[in-house]
């Protein structure tokens, strides 16, 4: 008997602990203030930029943080190289950045942006909110928070701000406008005026190949950036044909148009959503799983969306359904309000099937609908 009542007790004691373990994290999730985070820079990959400095402001002293890359193209919403400096890896992480800093030359227009700006209260209320819920990754069973805020520089001088972790990037703010400003190359930066003679020269001889063919070939789409910022109220539905089918939720990823990124089971709260541009899908049929991967075309995405929230249905809510047939090889993707539907038609999809008996051989490719390795990039992304 004296057994029983020392393991009950040791049970009720280990409860307590284990509640008051996970009430003081969610405590101090709730409450904290501070965050360790690093600035990093991006641009599209057929519009690169180089940056004279980029900061982000933080604290009521004036304090800043600074960007070490010094020039970018890879991709909007793309953090790649962030480095962390010593100085600023203070106890407890910094405060919620509150301002930014920066100076960048546009290659392709040859043309130099200045932004110094306050964040509004607003946006600093919503990064806190941000970094305070965080969101679960599944694939190490944690709660993490954000870890980069990602300053993406657009022709024209835009700006869009973006919170990056691992496995979760959202776009917080798309509203930042620059001003072109008058400077010299060696103002901008004195080596480069060793090798070019003005800011046009240098500007053209940073373009590679591939991106003097692209802006030969499609100019700067000024306009495409604001239609990769809209947002529309639709949701995503998955129905199999083989009722024995079940979908892998932990493996569900989206990868948007706006340069967004989430799986659909970190548990972060999600309200309109930007046009889908990737998704990833796993599913089992008995022993056999599935791996799928569905690329939108731009254009298809593009237009399928405006038609079909129009002025009249932006409203309205939308639900983007992929439908998988008995054998799974074949796919109906489209995008479905009030009865009205409109297929995606050009969708490239590929899929990997892993059974017993394959799953140690090099290649699973099981369907595909297009030729070549490549897809297509985006004309801005």
Request: charged share 25%; aromatic share 16%.
């Amino acid at each position: 008997m004296k057994k029983y009542l020392l393991m009950g007790l040791v049970a009720i004691c280990l409860c307590i602990v284990a509640s008051a373990c996970n009430s003081r994290n969610d405590m101090n999730y709730s409450t904290r203030t501070k965050f360790p985070w690093v600035p990093n820079i991006s641009a599209p990959r057929n519009y690169p930029v180089e940056i004279k400095y980029a900061y982000l402001c933080y604290g009521t002293e004036g304090d800043r943080y600074p960007v070490l890359s010094s020039g970018s193209c890879d991709g909007i919403g793309v953090s790649k190289g962030a480095v962390s400096f010593e100085d600023y890896e203070k106890e407890g992480g910094l405060d919620v950045p509150n301002g930014i800093e920066i100076v960048w030359l546009s290659f392709a227009e040859s043309k130099i942006y200045k932004l110094h700006t306050t964040f509004s209260q607003n946006l600093q209320d919503e990064m806190l909110r941000l970094f305070r819920e965080g969101f679960y990754v599944t694939k190490f069973d944690k709660h993490k928070t954000y870890s980069t805020l990602l300053m993406t520089m657009l022709p024209g001088g835009k700006v869009w701000l973006y919170m990056d972790g691992m496995g979760r990037t959202v776009l917080v703010c798309d509203t930042l406008q620059a001003e072109p400003i008058e400077m010299t190359l060696e103002e901008f930066d004195k080596d480069a005026s060793y090798v070019s003679n003005s800011v046009q020269e240098y500007s053209e001889a940073s373009l590679d190949k591939e991106q003097k063919a692209g802006i030969k070939a499609n100019g700067i789409p000024f306009e495409i950036w604001e239609k990769y910022r809209e947002r529309f109220n639709y949701d995503f539905k998955f129905e199999f044909e083989d009722k024995n089918s079940k979908m892998d939720s932990l493996s569900l990823a989206y990868n948007f148009i706006n340069g967004e990124f989430y799986y659909a089971s970190d548990g972060a709260k999600t309200g309109l959503l930007s046009r889908p541009k990737e998704i990833y899908l796993e599913w089992n049929v008995g022993d056999i799983k599935y791996k799928g991967q569905f690329f939108f075309n731009e254009k298809e995405v593009l237009e399928g969306f405006s038609k079909m929230f129009s002025c009249t249905k932006r409203g309205q809510k939308g639900t983007l359904i992929v439908k998988t047939s008995k054998y799974n090889n074949k796919f109906d993707i489209y995008l479905e309000i009030e009865g009205n539907k409109y297929f995606f038609k050009k969708t490239k999809i590929h899929v990997f099937r892993i059974t017993p008996e394959n799953k140690n051989d090099d290649d699973h490719l099981y369907y595909w609908n297009y030729e070549g390795e490549d897809v297509e990039l985006y004309l801005g992304e």
